[in-house]
Each structure stands twice: as structure tokens, then as C-alpha cells.
């Protein structure tokens, strides 16, 4: 099995493993909300329910006070001074008992009464509501008690059962059940599809961060192996001569120094990023201008641009007010400004200006060399990436310098890119923001 189709594998148990845990906490999502939707809606109708019978209970505690009539009308008292009963049929229904258990009012009930005949009295259950079924139908009620000195005398001292049919209330509920439960499952489904497509959304990143570090550690080992190559070469080749003296073996000596200076300075480079990827890197950004900042990274290069038949041109201008690490934007402008000489030809020009655009602060780098071409220009910040023709072996880079540029200016939520130099060479521009105080 060939290292990309591993990696293609374990890709693609990670999505699904991703896919899993995404589906997994929609639906567990789905299910929390939809038991708490419907516990809400059916305490709200229970409370409702309970609330009218509340009243009723009320109304019948505290009746109007009534003149006494000649000879008892005992059904008509209980006709005119309780609450008239709503007009859907069995929606409330009231039952007086004696304390024997008797029906004291069958011809208030009416139609009703053949529905409700069979309820017995029990005096246990007085003050507790209850849900009760009788034939099958199901009604809310609560038996209370009433006091001998109510105003009603068809109620007074008499065990009163109000009853509320909640036939309606039940049906709903149950539809309000149906319906959640397909909607559950019809968003379920809608989920099944998004936590596909987040899966692959989510992985995409991951996957180039898994190239991204492949393609690393090849390349940190490449760039390793060279010259711990040469520097064993070497010590082999001396080991072979053990009379020849320091001066004799000077050559070689020379050689493997220099590739422990290339080593040196490609483990450092390399320290450097794995410690802007680790955010363990310390900053010390403070508010400044320009001037405090440019003069330190520029001067030296003037002698060295100089010496070596090249012209270095100094245009700054402007003086806004920004906020960053003067160390860090000193080893940009060293890095920018190394490459720019290293890769401009004898008589060449090397050019260093600022301008403001916008909210934007532009550093300009330019110098005439050969240039680079469309496709490099995207590809010229990534880890180990040389030009061709420009950026090899032989002019002692690694290939990190640009990609420590960039992450310099990204930590200073800048931007940097490369644009042509016409009509010879490139410009590197970093846009740094400008603080208003």
C-alpha cells in the first residue's frame, strides 16, 4: 500500500468518524429541543385546564349571598348562581354529593347524566386533581368540600366534583406529538446531509494541514540530508589521511564549517516557525513610527549593496502611527532586503520607498532582477519553495526566509505579496495598518 493511499484511508475514517460525531449532536440536538417543546406544550394545556377548574372552584367557594325562597328549588338554586358552563358540550360539569355519596342534582346534568351516573363519591381524593376516563372519555377533576356556611344551600356542607372534558386537549396533544416526531425526523434527515457536507468542509483544512506536514518534514529532511552528507564526506575522506596536518586538510575544514553554518541556520529558521505554529513566540508590540523602526534593518545594507556594483535607493516619506514588533519587522526587512540583493544582477537596482493607502501602510522592496513568474508568485511563501532559476542551493537559502516573512506580517494582521517590477525584477509590498490615536 503506497503512502498516498494510507493517507487517503485514514482520511476518510476520519471524516466519517467527523460525519458520526456531527450527526450524533444534531440528533441529540433535534431530540433535546423536541422533548422540551412538547413537555412545555403539554404542562401549558394541563395549566390551563387546571386553571379552570381553579375558577370554578372559586366561584363555588364564594357564592353570592341569596334570598330565601319558599320550599326548596334545589337544582334551580344551582342553575342560577354558578358560572354558566361553556357551550361545547362536556366542557365543564359539576356533581353534588351528600355525605352518603348521592347524586344531589341528576336534572341539572340533563343529557349529561347518563355519561356521568356511574361516578362514585371519594372522599379521599378531596383537593387532588385528577384525570379520569369514563366512557372513554377523559376528563380533569377535583372534589372539594364545601363549607356549611356557603351561600348556595344546594351547596353548602355537600362534596362538589367539578369535571372539565379534555377530550380536545388530549387530541391535540397527541397531534401536536405527531407532528414533532415527523418534523424530527425530516430535519434528521436535512442534518444527514449538512453533517455530510460540514464533514468534508471540516476536513479540508485538515487534509491540507496533513500535506502541508508531510511535505515539511520531506523537505526539512532533504535540506538536512545535503549537507550532513558533505560534512560525513569530508570527515570520512580526512579519516583516510590520519599524517596530513590541519593546513593540508584546510579545504575540506572550510567545507564542513560552512555546511554547519547552513545547518545552523536552517535549524534555527526552522525553530522559528515551529514556534510561530505553536504560538509559544513572544511579542512586543508597541505603538511607533517609521523612523524608530526602518533605520536599524536599512544602514547595513547600504555598504554591502555598494560593494557590490549595485545602486540602493532610499525613498521614505511618510510617518504614520503603527503598531507592532520593531525586532520582527527588522528580520522582514533583513529577509526582503537579503533576497533583493542576492538576486539583482552587478550594476542592478535595488529600491526601498513607502506610501499610505488607505488605512494601509506600504513598504515597497524592489529590485531588477530576473524576476518572478505568475505561478511562483502564489507559491513563493510556502515552506522550502525556490524559484528555479533564482532561488537554489548555490545562493545558501532554504527556502524559509519567505515564509518567515509572512508569518511576521500575518501576526501583525498585515499583508504581504510580490508584483512585477517593470520593466525588470519584483517588488515585495507589505501592507502594515495604520493606528488612528
Same mark, same amino acid.
Given at each position: 500500500?503506497?503512502?498516498?493511499?494510507?493517507?487517503?484511508?485514514?482520511?476518510?475514517?476520519?471524516?466519517?468518524?467527523?460525519?458520526?460525531?456531527?450527526?450524533?449532536?444534531?440528533?441529540?440536538?433535534?431530540?433535546?429541543?423536541?422533548?422540551?417543546?412538547?413537555?412545555?406544550?403539554?404542562?401549558?394545556?394541563?395549566?390551563?385546564?387546571?386553571?379552570?377548574?381553579?375558577?370554578?372552584?372559586?366561584?363555588?367557594?364564594?357564592?353570592?349571598?341569596?334570598?330565601?325562597?319558599?320550599?326548596?328549588?334545589?337544582?334551580?338554586? %344551582?342553575?342560577?348562581?354558578?358560572?354558566?358552563?361553556? !357551550?361545547?358540550?362536556?366542557?365543564?360539569?359539576?356533581?353534588?354529593?351528600?355525605?352518603?355519596?348521592?347524586?344531589?342534582?341528576?336534572?341539572?346534568?340533563?343529557?349529561?347524566?347518563?355519561?356521568?351516573?356511574? &361516578?362514585?363519591?371519594?372522599?379521599?381524593?378531596?383537593?387532588?386533581?385528577?384525570?379520569?376516563?369514563?366512557?372513554?372519555?377523559?376528563?380533569?377533576?377535583?372534589?372539594?368540600?364545601?363549607?356549611?356556611?356557603?351561600?348556595?344551600?344546594?351547596?353548602?356542607?355537600?362534596?362538589?366534583?367539578?369535571?372539565?372534558? /379534555?377530550?380536545?386537549?388530549?387530541?391535540?396533544?397527541?397531534?401536536?406529538?405527531?407532528?414533532?416526531?415527523?418534523?424530527?425526523?425530516?430535519?434528521?434527515?436535512?442534518?444527514?446531509?449538512?453533517?455530510?457536507? =460540514?464533514?468534508?468542509?471540516?476536513?479540508?483544512?485538515?487534509?491540507?494541514?496533513?500535506?502541508?506536514?508531510?511535505?515539511?518534514?520531506?523537505?526539512?529532511?532533504?535540506?538536512?540530508?545535503?549537507?550532513?552528507?558533505?560534512?560525513?564526506? !569530508?570527515?570520512?575522506?580526512?579519516?583516510?589521511?590520519?599524517?596530513?596536518?590541519? =593546513?593540508?586538510?584546510?579545504?575540506?575544514?572550510?567545507?564542513?564549517?560552512?555546511?554547519?553554518?547552513?545547518?545552523?541556520? =536552517?535549524?534555527?529558521?526552522?525553530?522559528?516557525?515551529?514556534?510561530?505554529?505553536?504560538?509559544?513566540? @513572544?511579542?512586543?508590540?508597541?505603538?511607533?513610527?517609521?523612523?524608530?523602526?526602518?533605520?536599524?534593518?536599512?544602514?547595513?545594507?547600504?555598504? &554591502?549593496?555598494?560593494?557590490?556594483?549595485?545602486?540602493?535607493?532610499?525613498?521614505?516619506?511618510?510617518?504614520?502611527?503603527?503598531? =507592532?514588533?520593531?525586532?520582527?519587522?527588522?528580520?522582514?526587512? /533583513?529577509?526582503?532586503? #537579503?533576497?533583493?540583493?542576492?538576486?539583482?544582477?552587478?550594476?542592478?537596482?535595488?529600491?526601498?520607498?513607502?506610501?499610505?493607502?488607505?488605512?494601509?501602510?506600504?513598504?515597497? %522592496?524592489? #529590485?531588477?532582477?530576473?524576476? %518572478?513568474?505568475?505561478?511562483?508568485?502564489?507559491?513563493?511563501?510556502?515552506?522550502?519553495?525556490?524559484?528555479?532559476?533564482?532561488?537554489?542551493?548555490?545562493?545558501?537559502?532554504?527556502?524559509?526566509?519567505?515564509?518567515?516573512?509572512?508569518? %511576521?506580517?500575518?501576526?501583525?494582521?498585515?499583508?504581504?505579496?510580490?508584483?512585477?517590477?517593470?520593466?525588470?525584477?519584483?517588488?515585495?509590498?507589505?501592507?502594515?495598518? /495604520? @493606528?488612528?490615536?
Amino acid at each position: 500500500m503506497t503512502q498516498k493511499t494510507r493517507q487517503n484511508k485514514i482520511t476518510r475514517r476520519q471524516q466519517f468518524k467527523l460525519f458520526l460525531s456531527i450527526m450524533a449532536s444534531f440528533a441529540i440536538l433535534f431530540l433535546t429541543l423536541g422533548i422540551i417543546i412538547f413537555n412545555l406544550f403539554q404542562s401549558s394545556t394541563y395549566r390551563s385546564i387546571d386553571t379552570d377548574i381553579r375558577n370554578q372552584v372559586v366561584s363555588i367557594k364564594k357564592q353570592p349571598s341569596m334570598a330565601k325562597k319558599v320550599g326548596p328549588a334545589p337544582n334551580n338554586a %344551582i342553575d342560577q348562581n354558578k358560572k354558566p358552563d361553556p !357551550k361545547a358540550p362536556f366542557q365543564a360539569s359539576i356533581l353534588v354529593f351528600d355525605k352518603n355519596g348521592k347524586l344531589l342534582n341528576k336534572t341539572s346534568l340533563g343529557n349529561r347524566y347518563s355519561v356521568l351516573k356511574n &361516578i362514585k363519591l371519594r372522599k379521599r381524593n378531596v383537593n387532588v386533581k385528577q384525570t379520569l376516563v369514563v366512557n372513554n372519555m377523559n376528563f380533569r377533576s377535583m372534589l372539594i368540600k364545601v363549607s356549611n356556611k356557603n351561600n348556595n344551600p344546594m351547596y353548602a356542607g355537600h362534596y362538589i366534583l367539578i369535571m372539565q372534558n /379534555i377530550d380536545t386537549q388530549i387530541q391535540a396533544i397527541k397531534n401536536f406529538e405527531e407532528i414533532l416526531i415527523i418534523t424530527f425526523f425530516i430535519f434528521w434527515i436535512i442534518a444527514l446531509v449538512i453533517s455530510y457536507f =460540514l464533514a468534508r468542509i471540516n476536513m479540508l483544512p485538515i487534509v491540507k494541514s496533513w500535506k502541508q506536514q508531510t511535505e515539511f518534514v520531506n523537505d526539512a529532511a532533504h535540506e538536512l540530508r545535503t549537507p550532513l552528507t558533505i560534512i560525513q564526506g !569530508k570527515l570520512e575522506y580526512m579519516l583516510t589521511k590520519p599524517n596530513k596536518t590541519i =593546513l593540508d586538510e584546510a579545504e575540506a575544514i572550510s567545507v564542513s564549517l560552512d555546511e554547519v553554518n547552513r545547518l545552523n541556520s =536552517l535549524t534555527n529558521n526552522l525553530l522559528v516557525l515551529a514556534r510561530s505554529d505553536s504560538a509559544t513566540t @513572544k511579542y512586543n508590540f508597541e505603538m511607533t513610527t517609521p523612523e524608530f523602526f526602518l533605520k536599524d534593518p536599512i544602514e547595513p545594507f547600504k555598504d &554591502i549593496i555598494n560593494s557590490q556594483s549595485k545602486v540602493f535607493q532610499i525613498n521614505l516619506h511618510h510617518h504614520p502611527t503603527l503598531l =507592532l514588533d520593531r525586532d520582527k519587522i527588522k528580520q522582514l526587512l /533583513i529577509i526582503l532586503l #537579503d533576497n533583493a540583493t542576492k538576486y539583482t544582477p552587478k550594476n542592478g537596482t535595488i529600491k526601498i520607498y513607502d506610501q499610505v493607502e488607505g488605512t494601509k501602510y506600504q513598504l515597497v %522592496i524592489s #529590485d531588477t532582477g530576473i524576476g %518572478i513568474s505568475d505561478n511562483d508568485k502564489e507559491k513563493i511563501f510556502g515552506r522550502f519553495y525556490r524559484v528555479d532559476k533564482s532561488r537554489n542551493t548555490n545562493s545558501g537559502g532554504h527556502g524559509l526566509g519567505l515564509a518567515i516573512a509572512k508569518q %511576521i506580517v500575518d501576526i501583525h494582521h498585515g499583508h504581504i505579496f510580490v508584483r512585477d517590477n517593470l520593466p525588470q525584477g519584483s517588488e515585495f509590498v507589505i501592507e502594515l495598518p /495604520i @493606528k488612528h490615536i
